[in-house]
């Protein structure tokens, strides 16, 4: 199970940080994603890190001002963003896979999703 945290509303050039906390005992095992969907838009990818943390790939909108990292002690994966802009506003979702920089195809495990809005 996975479980997102850290949504809400936040002015342009701010920043927020996402949790997305998994239950089990297997998660340093997964690739852990970041995704979103805006109103009207198909899902997008966002960010990845591999299992051990030691990799991370990022989208080209957002290279530069977010960062993905995660805490295998905590179960957690975070997601900090920075110089937030208008376009991120959407629903981010984490997500687990066996295999780094899959497709969203391969992600096996999905949290509910948490809503980050960006005001002008």
């Known amino acids: 199970q996975l479980v997102e945290s850290g949504g809400g509303l936040v002015q342009a050039g701010g920043s927020l940080r996402l949790s997305c906390a998994a239950s089990g005992r297997t998660f340093g095992n997964y690739a ?39 805490d295998n002690a905590k179960n957690t994966v975070y997601l900090q963003m920075n110089s937030l802009k208008l376009e991120d506003t ?31």
């Open 90 to 120: 959407a629903v981010y979702y984490c997500a687990a896979s066996l295999i780094f920089r899959g497709p969203a195809s391969t992600y096996l495990y999905w949290g509910q999703g948490t809503q980050v809005t960006v005001s002008s």
């Open 32 to 70: 852990m994603g970041w995704f979103r969907q805006a109103p009207g838009k198909e899902r997008e990818f966002v960010a990845v890190i591999s299992a051990s943390g030691g990799t991370t790939y990022y989208a080209d909108s957002v290279k530069g001002r977010f960062t993905i990292s995660r």
